[in-house]
């Protein structure tokens, strides 16, 4: 069989977010943060690109499935952690991320040991949830290299702040949106099981 470029771009695009990802959190601890918004930006258009590609050329593959959610939540968990540790954002924030992504990935656990016919897949609010996770990580990043200082504190501080709390309530509503979805697909199963 013949490896080609098109089946396996995906799934190197993937593996590489996930090698920049502690790149990216060693600058932030060095306070390097040109280097790691850089690096953060590279994995988060890559994640985009990887999925694109590996659909448009119909090379989608088990492998991929399974690295691709690992390199994202790496990337994820280890950002807010990292700028939380650091004073960038605030805990609050970063335990709300981390407690919805172990709900997940308990969730996927649970179907995968128990063969459950429930697809974890991402819904619209998921989707909107990573994309403020996401800019708000990169805003982090691009203002605190020293942008900020062009902005007034009246500017800043809202901007920050009302960003903050969207991340935050989408990352709580799409989590329970997780947990009812698993639930009632689940509560079928079992039903059905018995009956």
Do not use: C
């Not at 050329?57 to 650091?86: C, H, Q």
């Amino acid at each position: 069989m013949v490896i080609t470029l098109k089946r396996i771009l995906p799934n190197l695009l993937t593996a590489l977010r996930l090698l920049v990802v502690p790149f990216t959190l060693v600058a932030i601890f060095r306070g390097q943060l040109t280097l790691a918004f850089y690096l953060f930006t590279f994995a988060a258009v890559s994640d985009y690109i990887d999925g694109f590609l590996a659909r448009l050329w119909n090379v989608e593959s088990k492998f991929g499935r399974i690295l691709d959610p690992i390199a994202d939540k790496t990337l994820m968990i280890g950002s807010y952690v990292t700028l939380a540790i650091t004073g960038y954002i605030p805990l609050f924030l970063m335990y709300l991320i981390v407690a919805r992504d172990i709900l997940i990935l308990a969730g996927g656990l649970l179907v995968y040991l128990f063969n459950l016919p429930v697809r974890l897949s991402p819904f619209v609010l998921s989707k909107i949830n990573t994309f403020f996770q996401l800019l708000f990580v990169g805003l982090v990043l691009f203002l605190d290299m020293g942008v900020y200082q062009m902005l007034t504190p009246a500017l800043y501080h809202p901007m920050m702040w009302g960003l903050v709390y969207i991340t935050a309530a989408t990352t709580v509503l799409s989590g329970i949106e997780y947990i009812i979805y698993f639930v009632r697909k689940n509560l079928r199963e079992v039903f059905r099981r018995e009956t």
